[in-house]
């Protein structure tokens, strides 16, 4: 992607300051002039976003000491964040190559919950900051393919999809229990790994596992659950990384590992601190 291009998708930005449009298979956007969801109250937000949201990893660019690339736009600072790693390398070769950025800017991983957090203003530094959340290419095809095969409309999907299982077309979602025995709801960002879940689910319940169904979402669907819905909605609720996403974010970690007896290196990426190029 051209610097032009990086610019055209901050353009476009998901303005996060405000509730999500729903969109997805089963949460068509709203009509026009409709009143947005409620959001609920800000100790009860930003306790959900730390805990919903928190280890989701995006990526994005920055120098050496963890600052952040942005850019201003009519609507004010904004930058890109992308959910697949590959995506931000690309176009930190273009840009670098190019000559329009330094040689030393580099992917630096942020979570999802401090893009979310300064997309409203409160991050580090208090100020509101419009991102673009660019989806993983491949991984929209794959989303579509799904929604084709259930004989939706795959335009409806142009944001980072998101899957449930569910355990049949009109049944409920399959739920799984995680190491403290809490009845959990899984949401995959990643085909591949919804897809191991659905082997598995086969493997382990043959009955269950020929009726089961994928339901295919929005992540944009996922946040504004996550900051208007009711606490038993939400709760039981879990994203899931990308396998890939959290491969390379250990690989940094351990690129920043100290010698023995050494001081650990910082990890990178603090929203807010971000230079405009």
Do not use: H, W
Not at 3 to 14: E, F, N
Not at 39 to 60: C, Q, S, W, Y
Not at 122 to 142: F, I, N, Q, W, Y
């Amino acid at each position: 992607m051209s610097v032009r291009g990086l610019a055209a998708a901050a353009s476009v930005a998901l303005a996060l300051t405000s509730p999500l449009a729903a969109q997805g298979s089963k949460a068509p956007p709203a009509p026009p002039g409709s009143a947005p969801p409620k959001m609920v109250d800000e100790k009860t937000m930003l306790a959900r976003i730390n805990d919903k949201l928190r280890g989701m990893p995006v990526f994005t660019l920055g120098s050496p000491d963890g600052k952040l690339l942005s850019q201003s736009t009519p609507e004010g600072p904004s930058m890109v964040a992308f959910i697949a790693p590959v995506d931000a390398e690309a176009v930190r070769a273009d840009i670098t190559k190019g000559g329009a950025a330094p040689k030393d800017v580099r992917v630096l991983p942020i979570s999802l919950a401090d893009v979310v957090l300064t997309a409203q203003g409160k991050g580090p530094d208090g100020k509101k900051m419009r991102v673009a959340l660019t989806p993983s290419e491949p991984e929209v095809k794959l989303a579509r393919a799904v929604l084709v095969a259930q004989g939706q409309k795959p335009e409806v999907l142009n944001t980072p999809p998101v899957y449930l299982v569910k355990s049949s077309p009109g049944g409920n979602y399959v739920s799984v229990q995680d190491p403290q025995g809490k009845s959990t709801l899984p949401v995959f960002t990643a085909k591949a790994d919804v897809d191991q879940m659905m082997a598995k689910l086969k493997a382990d319940n043959p009955t269950l596992g020929a009726k089961a169904v994928l339901e295919v979402s929005t992540l944009d669907r996922f946040i504004e659950i996550v900051l208007t819905q009711d606490d038993g909605a939400v709760a039981p609720l879990v994203l899931v990384p990308p396998s890939a996403s959290i491969q390379f974010v250990q690989k940094i970690a351990a690129s920043l590992a100290p010698p023995a007896g050494g001081a650990a290196a910082p990890m990178p990426g603090k929203p807010g601190a971000a230079p405009k190029r």
